[in-house]
């Protein structure tokens, strides 16, 4: 998964997407990095969150 990448979280109650603002896990817990988050930013909801890598399935992957 990248920045940019469209992702959706299957088996949520409700289908919503998400796009990748941050990969590098950098920034979850102050000082630490967890390299099996991501930061998504949720589209419908309006607001961010960090999401383990495998709870998410990329739709729609960013062309860089």
């Known amino acids: ?12 109650i409700e289908p919503i997407t998400g796009i990748i603002l941050q990969a590098d896990g950098k ?17 419908e909801d309006g ?4 999401e383990p890598k495998k709870w998410l399935e990329v739709i729609n992957a960013a062309s860089r």
């Open 1 to 12: 998964m990248k920045v940019g990448d469209l992702v959706i979280m299957p088996g949520s």
């Open 27 to 43: 920034g979850v817990v102050r000082g630490t990095v967890r390299p099996d988050r991501v930061k998504v930013f949720w589209i």
């Open 47 to 50: 607001e961010a969150s960090w």
